[in-house]
């Protein structure tokens, strides 16, 4: 069944959620840190369900690897290994944001504090608690639009029998969705904890096989709408660019297990595969009303439209 037809037939809303002010996509502006120094050429998505966080941090588009691994050298592929997705579960508890479970392309927490978050029309501030950093996010879905959110249990390719990812997610903010694929097996289960994946593969003298075992992982963030599909624009897969996040149709979902399989023609070194994917639902919603604005005081409203003609001398939406 196509995704949108399911959407409307079997809607499913989480029982519990983090605010709706803080769902949708948000591209990172800036993050500014302690010493005084700023950072706005990353390039930094940030997708929220209910209860799912999808993140993607690489580098400006001109100093992107444009090359698959198997095709870099030794200092790309030492690039590619400083890349950055995952997916994670969600508490909003105490006014504090925090993240656990889930999977990442890297194999240590790059970000083990919580979050503090304020927002204010379409920008969101995440402090962090002991003041290290600021980050000052933008809301890039602005419109009414399906909310899904998935996790990812497992795709199989059903003509091998083989298991091609373990754990991930899918989440669908309106127009710009994310999809996270993790890896099959752990990589570090004999290698001692805290270790950077950089200097792993380093030690290991960027090993093919466990090169490839490493880069089984992707996340992706794509740009579209479901009746036309979404098509990907960043990822830490540069083969992934400009191809479809996945595909519409082949969807089937089962209420008492709570769970979504998704069905689709792979094709692959000339041959046509079967793949499925198994997600647990998180919420699965037609029609979320993401929120590009936030309420002002009469006071406040006063203020703003007696000083607007300064006020609003030069206001436009970042992107």
Not at 206 to 218: A, G, I, P, R
Request: aromatic share 10%; glycine share 6%; with cysteine.
């Amino acid at each position: 069944m196509h995704i949108k037809q399911l959407l409307e037939q079997s809607p499913m809303i989480a029982t519990h959620s983090v605010p709706d002010w803080m769902i949708g996509c948000f591209k990172r502006r800036s993050i500014s840190f302690a010493n005084g120094m700023t950072d706005v050429q990353t390039r930094v998505f940030w997708l929220q369900g209910r209860n799912l966080t999808i993140d993607l941090h690489l580098p400006k588009v001109e100093d992107q690897v444009k090359e698959t691994w198997e095709a870099c050298n030794q200092r790309q592929i030492y690039e590619l290994l400083n890349y950055e997705g995952w997916y994670a579960d969600t508490l909003w508890e105490n006014e504090l944001l925090s993240w656990s479970g889930g999977t990442s392309f890297q194999i240590h927490n790059r970000w083990p504090e919580p979050a503090i978050l304020n927002r204010v029309g379409d920008c969101m501030m995440e402090y962090s608690p002991n003041n290290t950093y600021v980050e000052d996010w933008r809301l890039k879905s602005r419109k009414k639009g399906p909310l899904v959110s998935l996790r990812l249990i497992e795709e199989i390719n059903l003509t091998s029998g083989e298991c091609r990812h373990r754990d991930g997610a899918l989440i669908i903010n309106g127009d710009w969705a994310g999809l996270v694929l993790g890896r099959t097996d752990d990589i570090i289960s004999d290698i001692k904890k805290g270790i950077q994946l950089r200097d792993l593969l380093s030690q290991k003298q960027y090993n093919s096989e466990l090169c490839q075992q490493v880069f089984k992982f992707e996340t992706s963030v794509a740009q579209g709408d479901l009746n036309n599909g979404y098509t990907i624009a960043h990822s830490t897969q540069a083969s992934r660019l400009e191809t479809s996040l996945f595909c519409l149709d082949g969807f089937e979902i089962d209420k008492e297990k709570n769970e979504i399989t998704h069905t689709f023609e792979y094709s692959h070194e000339g041959k046509n595969e079967t793949i499925q994917r198994r997600f647990v639902i998180d919420t699965f919603e037609p029609a979320f009303q993401y929120q590009p604005t936030t309420a002002m005081t009469k006071e406040s409203q006063r203020w703003f439209e007696e000083e607007h003609q300064t006020l609003a001398r030069y206001l436009e939406i970042i992107n």
